[in-house]
Structures are given as structure tokens and as C-alpha cells.
């Protein structure tokens, strides 16, 4: 993401020479080099006790289901994030997230950092973001998210065991 203006004061940046990065954005008002800002969030593969089904959602009146995700608030960590999200979404404690990589999603300028984490009970009680949810194979969640999708991305790599 090309920023236009700087955040700090508002005057419209240029491009300059940057000593050790490609033609970077300055501001003249503060003196100072203005870095792409960007989103950070985190998706889980959300597993049963038994890690052999995954439970995944439907949000916002769409059909496909997806991973539980969420926008990483400020000052909090990627962890922390996994499991505000499980239990603000499914009413569920989430457990062991552990990192499994992380992907630049363009379209909201947003980086995700993937994990997975388990919960040791199955009936979720979810909040008003939530318009179903289901447990399914973990084999065939790839099958059902959105096609094209990061979630597609990341569990068909999850499930030929390359992460």
C-alpha cells in the first residue's frame, strides 16, 4: 500500500532515495522516512480433542464457510488475538494456539497470521457474528471454505502436512 499522506501530520508525502530501501515515501513536514501501514490479523484451524474434526463458520450472510478470524487489537499479541476470537465469536476456550505461518492478504491490506488451536468441548455458543457454524472432517474443510480464498491456501497446506 502506497500511502499518500503522512499519519503523523497530514502533509502529502514524495518519493525519495532511501539509503538502504528502495524509493521510499518522506515527509518534509516531520523529517522523516513513512513506512506502508497495514492490518494485522489472525485466522485458527480450530480443532476438536480429538484433532480429527475442525469447526468452521458461516458469517454475514454467506454461504461458504470459513476459519474463525479477527483483527489483532492494539497491544495485544497474535495469541492473545486466537483466543479473544474463539471465545468472543463461539463462547468456546480455545487452547495450545500454536503458529502456523502467516500470508499478506491485498484486498483489505491485512497480514494474517495463521495458527491452530484446539477446544476441549464441541458445542459452541456463538455471538451475533456468527450465522452457523459445523464440525466437519478436517480432510474436507479445504473442500467447503471459499474457493480461492486464504483459508483454501492455508488448509490445503495444513492437511498435506505442510505446516
Given at each position: ?25 518522506w515527509c518534509e513536514g516531520c523529517g522523516d522516512w513513512r513506512f506502508p501501514l497495514y492490518s ?124
Amino acid at each position: 500500500m502506497q500511502m499518500n499522506y503522512c499519519p503523523v501530520c497530514g502533509r502529502a508525502l514524495i518519493q525519495r532515495e532511501h539509503p538502504t530501501e528502495p524509493p521510499t515515501a518522506w515527509c518534509e513536514g516531520c523529517g522523516d522516512w513513512r513506512f506502508p501501514l497495514y492490518s494485522a490479523a489472525v485466522s485458527v484451524i480450530l480443532l476438536n480433542p480429538g484433532r480429527d474434526r475442525m469447526l468452521l463458520i458461516r458469517q454475514y450472510g454467506e454461504t461458504e464457510p470459513v476459519l474463525v478470524a479477527g483483527y489483532i487489537d492494539k497491544g495485544e499479541t497474535a495469541e492473545a488475538a486466537v483466543l479473544r476470537e474463539v471465545s468472543e465469536e463461539l463462547g468456546l476456550c480455545a487452547r495450545e494456539p500454536r503458529f502456523l505461518g502467516s500470508h499478506y492478504y491485498a484486498p483489505s491490506e491485512t497480514l494474517m497470521l495463521n495458527f491452530q488451536a484446539t477446544v476441549p468441548e464441541e458445542t459452541p455458543h456463538p455471538n451475533a457474528e456468527v450465522d452457523s457454524w459445523l464440525w466437519v472432517p478436517a480432510e474436507e474443510a479445504p473442500r467447503l471454505v471459499k474457493p480461492g480464498g486464504l483459508a483454501e491456501l492455508l488448509l490445503a497446506d495444513w492437511t498435506k502436512g505442510e505446516l
